[in-house]
């Protein structure tokens, strides 16, 4: 879906009246503003499902989405594992962090900026609750490293995951390391 200028800018009017009017439990005007401003349409679909447009969520979307749980699986998954089996991934994953190595670190905001835009408007939304690092500035371009990242790790999230123990630590390995490949 694409809007006109005018009706941007009817959008955009009618989000201030609604904030002037103190209208609340309805719509958000908040989150249709970002959403109109940012070209971030599939937002409003996302929340307000009666709206639906019949449009799919933009790849750039469900690759955000799925990078952003990618992290958290492996965050996840890393915690429950044993101090042997810890000890393993330190030694098996290239400049293996503690600390970093499983915390998202974000796109480049400089080469990357539709990403940016999308962690802007799922924080705004308040999705990933919790999570200010939505929006966090890699300083270095991660997209290809995320898609490599991706081709290991969503075979192991549909076939190994629950939510017990995450994926194997052997997976775990893998994913990390393939973001180093290429």
């Known amino acids: 879906m694409k809007y006109t200028q005018q009706e941007k800018l009817q959008i955009l009017m009618l989000c ?18 970002e959403a109109i401003t ?62 970093y190595s499983l915390e998202f670190p974000g796109f480049d905001g400089n080469n990357e900026g539709e990403y940016m835009s999308i962690g802007r408007m799922l924080q705004k939304m308040g999705r990933f609750s919790g999570s200010e690092d939505l929006t966090r500035n890699s300083h270095s371009e991660k997209v290809g490293p995320y898609r490599r990242m991706l081709e290991v790790f969503l075979p192991a999230r549909k076939d190994e995951w629950n939510h017990m123990r995450g994926i194997t630590k052997e997976s775990l390995i893998a994913t990390l390391n393939s973001g180093f490949a290429g």
Do not use: C
């Open 16 to 33: 201030d009246i609604y904030r002037a009017l103190g209208i609340k439990h309805s719509y958000d005007p908040e989150i249709i503003e």
């Open 38 to 99: 940012s070209e971030n349409y599939w937002a409003i679909d996302w929340e307000y499902q009666h709206l639906y447009s019949g449009n799919d969520t933009p790849k750039e979307v469900s690759f955000f989405v799925d990078v952003y749980d990618m992290y958290k699986i492996l965050n996840e998954t890393y915690l429950k594992l044993s101090p042997e089996d810890k000890a393993d991934v330190a030694a098996q994953v290239q400049f293996f962090n503690e600390e």
